[in-house]
């Protein structure tokens, strides 16, 4: 019997997560759920899954969230409150991550302060604060099972092995919608364009990251702190079909690669059920498809891979103010505000203008993701006095 709380619960993969452990049958047993505001659809799930504590981030959503399941029973907590009581459900002995940004951060830490195990889905949250938790010794192998697919892949090449014997690691990115595009046609694209991935069904915000390449940005940080390994160890690889979901390479040549396609059910069902494996009818890869292929990524016209790279090297606070800057920068691309390439410009200016604070601690961390929300505010206003 295995006891789950997913926060995040209405995003894309906390509904896959909550179908997998539907599939997985009743030694799977959902005992909370957490979500930012749609309430609706949190009460919907109360009702199929009969969650001990159900938590929504907003207070009036909330409310009606505790009229609407009155008949079960069922707590209803709100604000970061009740997102931290999720993350620290006391019968619950996994915990799904799968906000979106930011909003994993404080929950990741209590969580592991808690001594949980997490399927961690939200990278944002490690890219924050992975040097918080290695100093306070909470970045253990065993209790971080990555679900992002890059990772869940690694994860399983590296088996029982030790960081040790690693020579380097191989992260495969799709290139998204873009790739192979010129700066000049790159200025023209529309929300929708960037909207439109090629291989993976995915929430808004990941998918304009993955169209930046600062979703594989943010997946280097992720993978250095799960990993245990150094920056320069770590390279992103172009692979546009999306069928190896990464590799390792052993110091003595070895390299070990995860296939599968691209389906996201794969890598939650086993952070899931891990250290077993269930069966499934998802979809299998047919090895007699065709050719796989392999390119390098353009670092010059997609710069926020670099920028994670340089925000990692830097530490501190300084992956703070990557994913603060690059989380307003996104949302105001969504809602029009600015240019795609404008997305890169806005965070690269704001780390420019950071004061990096060196050993942070979870108060620092947090003051900066204001800080530079802030600051790309204020690029992003004079963006659009520029246009207008
Ligand atoms: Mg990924």
């Known amino acids: 019997m295995k006891n789950i709380a997913v926060l995040g619960s209405t995003g894309s993969i906390g509904t896959q997560t909550l179908e997998v452990v539907k599939a997985l049958g009743p030694e799977y047993k959902i005992v909370a759920l957490a979500a930012g505001s749609r309430d609706d659809m949190l009460a919907a799930q109360v009702r199929r899954f009969k969650p001990e504590l159900a938590a929504l981030v907003g207070k009036e959503a909330a409310a009606r969230l505790r009229e609407n399941v009155k ?22 002995d996994l915990i799904v991550m799968s906000q979106v940004g930011f909003s994993g951060f404080e929950p990741l830490v209590a969580a592991l302060k808690n001594g949980k195990t997490i399927a961690l889905a939200n990278k944002e949250s490690l ?31 590296l088996g029982s092995s030790s960081s040790a014997n690693v020579s380097k690691i191989y992260l495969t990115a799709s290139g998204g919608p873009f790739y192979g595009r010129t700066k000049e046609e790159l200025e023209k694209v529309s929300p929708g364009d960037a909207l439109d ?3 993976w069904e995915m929430g808004n915000k990941i998918t304009i990251d993955s169209a930046t390449m600062m979703n594989k940005g943010l997946e280097v940080i992720e993978a250095m702190w799960l990993f245990n390994l150094r920056l320069e160890q770590i390279k992103v690889i172009i692979h546009r079909q999306s069928i190896i979901h990464s590799m390792v390479e052993y110091i003595d040549g070895s ?9 996201m ?50 530490g501190g606070t300084m992956p703070a103010v990557l994913n603060g800057s690059n989380e307003a920068a996104v949302s105001a691309f969504l809602k029009g505000k600015i240019g795609f390439t404008s997305i890169p410009y806005i965070i690269e200016t ?31 206003d004079e963006l659009m006095k520029r246009v207008n």
């Open 71 to 92: 008949a079960e029973k069922c707590i209803v907590q709100s604000g970061l409150e009740g997102q931290l009581a999720a993350a620290t459900w006391p019968t619950a």
């Open 127 to 157: 890219v924050i604060g992975g040097e918080i938790l290695m100093r306070e010794g909470l970045l253990d192998r065993n209790k971080i099972l990555p679900v992002d697919s890059e990772h869940s892949a690694i994860w399983q090449c």
């Open 197 to 199: 991935h090629p291989n």
């Open 255 to 263: 390299i070990l690669a995860q296939l599968g396609p691209p389906y």
């Open 265 to 314: 059910k794969l890598p939650i069902q086993y952070a899931i059920t891990y250290p077993e494996r269930k069966k499934n009818n998802f979809n299998k890869y047919n090895p007699f498809g065709g050719v796989l292929e392999f390119d390098r990524p353009d670092r010059l016209n997609f710069p926020c891979l670099e920028l994670a790279y340089s925000a990692a090297r830097t």
């Open 350 to 380: 704001v780390m420019q203008k950071h004061t990096v604070v060196s050993d942070p601690g979870v108060e620092e961390v947090v003051g900066a993701d204001r800080w530079s929300r802030l600051m790309a505010g204020e690029i992003i």
